[in-house]
């Protein structure tokens, strides 16, 4: 049944290269703010077909190699299991093509380090889909932050916590797909200590590993400039409360489940008085706010984003490879 998804025209034309879960929910935040769907890539032509057919994609390809090499196409978002990220956004940008790759960017800090030299040498934009940052209650955040609301930053805190499927072949558990609780879901709260701390001076991490070797709980505690502590607790296979805090000298700020998601938020003062509350007013999952950033910085002439800059993406990656280290987790073809 055709949905009649309005167009803007004026934007990128996306490929979409993959079907699977979260492409279908990028795909269609994409078409609800009406973004410009031109093609989709998977492995089979009977899955792209159908996935054309319900997001009225106009070409649906049956290999990533026909996505990537479609001249209509001007950016690729790449939906496929972590360690496919670098081959794919590679071959993507080896077309000339701009990528934005789903999180985490890639399997290790050296293959994001690939990524971002190839697409600076080809001068397109190479960018992280870690689309918290691109949330409006983010930027609400950020702003009371660094306008000093908060006093001194002392702490944040943050957990992604969920109850996933313990198949020992799904891609959360399976170490050739990149299994594991820290590149799935510990990222989110990594990246957002980052974002509101800077770069880690120390960092320890602890954790549990589950049957087939992958990390199904860490928790990590880092230091920052100024003595501003983080801590962060992924699982994947307990829901905790999805829940963020920023915790200032003179207020904090409570981002309510699901934090990394669109939802409420309030700053509130010592004494428990809510001195402002943020109201969620977005719709869909909110994967569109990342994808109109990319739009507005290839729009300005732009080749990296301001709010998520592939160096920093690639700092990321070399901190999560820190703490596999320290937990004892090493993906095939590492040592
Ligand atoms: N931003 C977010 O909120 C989320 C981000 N993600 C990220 O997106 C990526 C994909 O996750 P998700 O969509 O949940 O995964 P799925 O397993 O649902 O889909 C992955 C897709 O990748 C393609 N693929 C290529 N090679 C393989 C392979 N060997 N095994 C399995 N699939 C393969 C398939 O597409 P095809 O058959 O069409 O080629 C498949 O449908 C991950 O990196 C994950 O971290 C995931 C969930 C949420
Ligand atoms: O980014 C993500 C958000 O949550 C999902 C579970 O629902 C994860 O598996 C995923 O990779």
Redesign the pocket.
Known sequence: MPQGYARRMSGLRWGIL??????T?FTSDLRHAGLDVAAVG???AE??ARFADRFEIPRAHGSYEALVADPDVDIVYV????P??AENALAAIAHGKHVLV???FTQDAAQAAAVRDAARSAGVLAME?M?TRYLPHMAWVRELVRGGRLGEVRTVTADHTQSLPTDPSH?INALA??GGAL??LGIYPISFAWDLLGAPESLVARGRLGETGADTEVATISTHAGGAIATTLSSSRAAGPNVAHVIGTAARIDIDHVWYTPTTARLTLPDGTVAETWENRVTGRG?QHQALAAERIIADGGRDSDLLPIDETVAIMAALDDIRSQLGVSYPGES
Do not use: Q, V, Y
């Open positions: 993959a079907t699977g879960g979260i492409a929910s998977s492995r089979s899955s792209s939906a496929t299991p972590h496919l990220h789903e999180k985490a889909a689309w891609r797909l990149g590149l799935d994967m």
